[in-house]
C-alpha cells in the first residue's frame, strides 16, 4: 500500500450498508491512501473484520484492549489518520459522536482523532429525519465535522426516502478532499478545457480529439485545494468538478472571449484547452446540401490566440499553456514558451498511449524559464496537483 496520498481511518458502523465500506476501502486505495479499519461490535456482524483486515493489509481495532502490536489502539490510530470516514454512520453513531461518548474502540478512537472527520449517514428515514438524529447532524458539523449524502432512495428496509447512504464515489471524493492541502485558499484560478466545435453550417461542424478530461482535473484539483474555480468549458461528456464555475461555450471565439472577461478577476489562468487554430471563415446560416462548389467555398481563418492575449494581459499574474505534440517535444515547448510568452508550458507527447486524448493518465513536462522537469507517468488527478504545486511555489 503505497499511501501517498494519505492515512484514511476507516469508521465501519453497525448499519446494512457496511458491505459498501468494503468499497469505499478499495476505491480509497486505489486514489493512493493507506487505509486502517475500525468497528464497532454491531459492525462485525454484518461483514466480518477478516474482510476488512485483508483488504487493508493490517489489522482492524474492534477491541481497545486487543489490537495486534499496540496497547493503546485507540491513540496509535487517532495520530496515524490524516483523515477519518465513518461508513456508515449510524444514528447511534452520529448522537455518541455529537455527546462526545466514547464507549467502544471505534467511538474512542474517533474521540481522539485531531485529524478532519467526514461522516457519511446511512439509515432509515425516519431515524435520519428525528430532530435528536438533525440536533446532533448539526453539533458535528458546527464542530467542522463534514457531512456526505445521505441520498435519497429505496431504503434497506423498504421506506423510500432520505437515509441512503452516499455513493462509493461521492464517499471517496469527500474523503480525498480533506486530504488535499488547503493551500489555494483566496486564490482565483482560471481554466478551459475540452475541444472547441467551429461551426460550417448548423449541422456540422470542424472539432478535435480532445475530451477536456485534463481540465476538468485541474479544475477540481484546484478547487479541492481551495482556489475558486471558473472552468470554461466546450463541448464535453464531463460533469463539473464540484464547487467549481463552469461556463460552456462551443467555439474558439467564444472560448476566447469567456476567459478574456473571466480572466480580469482571476490570479492564474491555464489553459488545456485544444482550441481550434481554425474557423471557418463564414458559416453558412441554412444546412449546406452537398455539393462540391460549397466544398470549395469553405475558407478558413486561424482564430484569436487566447493563451497569447491572456499573456499579454497578465502583468505578474501567472499564465499556463499546453503543447500537446508528436515529436521534437521540449523544443516545440521552449517555442510556446517563448512566442506566447507564458510561465509554464505543460508538454505532452499525444503519440503515446498513456499520454494521448482521452486517456486517464498522461506523462508531461513542465517547461518553464527554470528548465524542463520530465514527471513520470500517473493519473490525471496527480499531474493536476504537479501543475499547481509549481503555481503554489510561485503565487
Ligand atoms: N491555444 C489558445 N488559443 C488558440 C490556440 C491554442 O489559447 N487559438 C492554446 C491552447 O489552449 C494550448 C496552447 O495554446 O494551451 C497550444 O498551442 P498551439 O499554438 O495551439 O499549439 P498547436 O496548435 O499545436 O500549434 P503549433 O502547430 O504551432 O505547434
Not at 488545456?272 to 462548389?293: F, Q
Amino acid at each position: 500500500m503505497s499511501g501517498e496520498r494519505g492515512r484514511v481511518l476507516l469508521a465501519v458502523c453497525g448499519g446494512i450498508a457496511a458491505y459498501k465500506a468494503c468499497e469505499v476501502l478499495r476505491g480509497l486505495q486505489k486514489a493512493g491512501c493507506e487505509v486502517r479499519v475500525t468497528m464497532t461490535e454491531d459492525a462485525t456482524r454484518f461483514v466480518g473484520p477478516a474482510t476488512f483486515a485483508a483488504l487493508s493489509g493490517a489489522p482492524v481495532a474492534t477491541s481497545l484492549f486487543e489490537y495486534p502490536g499496540s496497547a493503546i489502539p485507540h491513540i496509535e490510530l487517532a495520530e496515524w489518520a490524516n483523515a477519518a470516514v465513518v461508513v456508515p454512520a449510524t444514528a447511534n453513531v452520529l448522537a455518541k459522536l455529537a455527546c462526545g461518548i466514547a464507549d467502544d474502540c471505534l467511538t474512542t478512537t474517533l474521540l481522539a482523532c485531531a485529524c478532519p472527520v467526514l461522516v457519511a449517514p446511512g439509515m432509515n428515514v425516519h431515524m435520519w429525519q428525528n430532530p435528536a438524529t438533525q440536533a446532533n447532524v448539526g453539533t458535528l458539523r458546527a464542530r467542522g465535522v463534514c457531512l456526505v449524502g445521505p441520498d435519497s432512495g429505496r431504503l434497506a428496509c423498504g421506506d423510500v426516502g432520505e437515509g441512503k447512504l452516499a455513493t462509493v464515489d461521492e464517499i471517496v471524493g469527500a474523503a480525498l478532499a480533506l486530504l488535499s492541502p488547503r493551500d489555494l485558499v483566496g486564490r482565483r484560478v482560471l481554466v478551459n478545457a475540452g475541444p472547441t466545435h467551429e461551426a460550417i453550417d448548423p449541422v456540422r461542424y470542424i472539432a478535435n480529439r480532445s475530451t477536456g478530461k485534463m481540465g476538468y482535473a485541474i479544475a477540481d484539483a484546484a478547487a479541492r485545494r481551495g482556489a475558486e474555480v471558473t472552468l470554461v468549458s466546450g463541448p464535453t461528456a464531463l460533469a463539473t468538478p464540484a464547487g467549481v464555475r463552469r461556463i460552456d461555450v462551443e467555439s474558439a471565439a467564444q472560448m476566447h472571449d469567456a476567459m478574456l472577461a473571466a480572466f480580469e478577476d482571476a490570479d492564474v489562468a491555464i489553459c488545456s484547452a485544444a482550441v481550434a487554430d481554425y474557423t471557418p471563415a463564414a458559416p453558412a446560416d441554412h444546412k449546406l446540401k452537398k455539393s462540391r462548389e460549397h466544398l470549395d467555398a469553405i475558407q478558413l481563418t486561424e482564430t484569436a490566440d487566447i493563451l497569447a492575449d491572456l499573456c499579454a494581459a497578465k502583468g505578474s499574474r501567472i499564465v499556463v499553456g499546453f503543447a500537446a505534440e508528436t515529436d521534437d517535444l521540449i523544443a516545440y515547448a521552449r517555442e510556446k514558451l517563448a512566442r506566447k510568452g507564458a510561465d509554464l508550458i505543460v508538454a505532452n507527447d499525444v503519440s503515446r498511449p498513456e499520454s494521448t486524448f482521452g486517456a486517464d493518465t498522461n506523462r508531461v513536462a513542465l517547461v518553464s524559464a527554470e528548465g524542463v522537469e520530465q514527471l513520470e507517468t500517473m493519473p490525471l488527478a496527480d499531474v493536476a496537483n504537479a501543475i499547481l504545486d509549481w503555481i503554489a511555489r510561485r503565487a
